[in-house]
């Protein structure tokens, strides 16, 4: 997750640059480029790491039609 962190870093400072400083066109056009790229690949990261808890809870906790976790005398 530290590339998740280093692309949220980013993302931040280019926003901070977008509204602090007075930028030619160009210059801001690229930085707002970048930071919709760098949302993309975060947003990317976010679904993997949502999926792979998904699958860990699927795992910890089964489902209804699944074999029960609960002890004999609570099934």
Same mark, same amino acid.
């Given at each position: 997750? !530290?590339?998740?962190s280093?692309?949220?870093?980013?993302?931040?400072?280019?926003?901070?640059?977008?509204? !602090?400083?007075?930028?030619?066109?160009?210059? *801001?056009?690229?930085?707002?480029?970048? #930071? =919709?790229?760098?949302?993309? =690949? !975060?947003r990317?990261q976010? *679904?993997?790491?949502?999926?792979? =808890?998904?699958?860990?809870?699927?795992?910890?906790? %089964?489902?209804?039609? #699944?074999?029960s976790?609960? %002890?004999? #005398?609570?099934?």
């Amino acid at each position: 997750m !530290a590339e998740f962190s280093k692309q949220l870093e980013r993302l931040e400072a280019i926003v901070r640059t977008l509204e !602090a400083e007075d930028l030619d066109l160009d210059e *801001a056009l690229k930085l707002f480029e970048e #930071g =919709v790229e760098r949302l993309r =690949v !975060a947003r990317e990261q976010l *679904a993997q790491a949502e999926l792979k =808890v998904k699958k860990v809870l699927e795992i910890v906790t %089964p489902t209804s039609s #699944g074999p029960s976790s609960a %002890p004999p #005398g609570d099934r």
